[in-house]
């Protein structure tokens, strides 16, 4: 600061430090750019970066994110999406847009070029409204790869650009338990085995009567068990149901149309040898 012709103040006691203008100060916007240091130490960045800024044709945005999202939990979430797996989408950030960013606390800090702090701005507000980083970084690569080529200059850039749909997830529905009526007694507690006891006077019973009991009940909840089961079994050995027709239904003196009438059979048979034989002796 002392080349740039600014003055430096610590206060120790009160924790404040201030910057002020001197004499040797030939530039009227470094009092501005003084005064971002300060907020970027405040913020937790290093002094090596937070210098950066009075070089020409850098600036510092300090984005609150705090205030975008109300459910802290949501807030967290999304802020570790923005951090990523071990910090790689905040790396790919800083890659493409050219500015350093320290994530802390509620805010944003980045320290950059214009244009790269007006990209990273876009990308953190969309990132707090539930757009993943990964597309808009998908994005500014292939921007960055048509800036590139000298043909596409004066063409518009939105056939290679990708398109995105949102997609509704289906979320489970939080059932409304109804709300019971306000009393201010407790609710009774429950009985413990030894109450239990009590009431049935089993507790006064000698521990050989008990185990008996016991056993007695559990013989018989085998024997009715093995009584199912036995059940079970039987049914695979009984006859199936015979299913009555309505061919069966009808009696031996009414005839069906299949039928088939033996007298009348065996008289044609009868009349069909007789005319045979009379053929054979005419023709003898």
């Known amino acids: 600061m002392v080349t740039k012709g600014i003055g ?3 206060d120790l006691i009160e924790g404040s430090m201030t910057v002020f203008t001197t004499r040797k100060t030939f530039d009227p916007y470094i009092i501005i750019k003084s005064r971002d240091i300060i907020k970027l130490l405040a913020r937790s960045v290093p002094y090596e970066q937070a210098v950066r800024v009075l070089e020409d044709g850098m600036a510092c945005d300090i984005i609150k ?9 949501r807030f967290v979430r999304r802020r570790q999406r923005l951090v990523g797996p071990n910090g790689a989408t905040l790396k790919a950030l800083e890659l493409l847009t ?3 960013i320290m994530v802390q606390g509620g805010t944003v800090s980045a320290l950059g070029p214009y244009t790269g702090l007006k990209q990273l701005r876009r990308v953190i507000e969309d990132t707090m409204k539930n ?10 690569m292939i921007k960055r790869e048509l800036m590139k080529d000298p ?5 518009s850039w939105d056939r290679f650009l990708p398109k995105f749909k949102k997609t509704n997830v289906q979320r489970k529905k939080v059932v409304s338990k109804p709300k019971t009526p306000y009393t201010p007694f407790p609710p009774p507690q429950p009985e413990s085995k030894v109450d239990k006891e009590l009431a049935s006077g089993e507790y006064f019973i000698k521990e050989r009567e008990r185990q008996a009991r016991k056993k007695e009940l559990k013989r018989a909840q085998q024997e009715e068990v093995s009584e199912q089961r036995r059940r079970e079994r039987a049914k695979e050995f009984e006859p199936p149901v015979e299913v009555v027709t309505a ?3 009808v009696g031996p003196s ?9 007298d009348e059979l065996k008289k044609k048979v009868a009349k069909a040898t007789k005319l045979k034989s009379k053929k054979k002796t005419m023709s003898e």
Not at 65 to 70: A, G, N
Not at 131 to 140: A, G, L, Q, S
Not at 254 to 262: R, Y
Request: glycine share 0%.
């Open 8 to 10: 430096c103040r610590l």
């Open 65 to 73: 994110i705090r205030s975008l999202v109300r459910n802290k939990e």
């Open 98 to 100: 050219q500015c350093y």
């Open 131 to 140: 757009i993943h980083p990964i597309y808009n970084i998908k994005t500014m």
């Open 151 to 155: 043909t596409l200059k004066h063409e």
């Open 247 to 249: 061919a069966s239904e």
């Open 254 to 262: 009414k005839k069906t149309d299949n039928s088939v009438d033996i």
